[in-house]
Nanobody, 114 residues
Framework: QVQLVESGGGSVQAGGSLRLSCAAS????????MGWYRQAPGKQRELVAS???????NYADSVKGRFTISRDNAKNTVYLQMNSLKPEDTAVYYC????????WGQGTQVTVSS
């Protein structure tokens, strides 16, 4: 089993940047597709970015052009670079597999003020 721990969140002003990290207790090499999810108060959890073993990526329309997902299998870590942050990006961010889902971590809070 793989345990995921998210970090890097915080409070920033609109237009700022954050880099989130997702550290795995075990190897993520066996997880073909990894994704970053977020859940805002009163809303359903949504997938915002994903990355596949071949390096291809996909993004939700709401974050396209602003967020970049990457993975380092040697470090068992997935990253999410977030630029030009908007107040609507405020949420708890989680990482997990896209299809192969493991236990959810605690997430990391991102708060963007106007």
């Amino acid at each position: 089993q793989v345990q995921l721990v998210e970090s890097g969140g915080g409070s920033v002003q609109a237009g700022g940047s954050l880099r989130l990290s997702c550290a795995a207790s075990g190897s993520i090499a066996r997880i073909n597709a990894m994704g970053w999810y977020r859940q805002a108060p009163g809303k359903q959890r949504e997938l915002v970015a994903s990355i596949f073993i071949g390096g291809s990526t996909n993004y939700a329309d709401s974050v396209k052009g602003r967020f970049t997902i990457s993975r380092d299998n040697a470090k068992n870590t997935v990253y999410l670079q977030m630029n030009s942050l908007k107040p609507e990006d405020t949420a708890v961010y989680y990482c997990n597999g896209l299809v192969y889902i493991v236990s959810w971590g605690q997430g990391t809070q991102v708060t963007v003020s106007s």
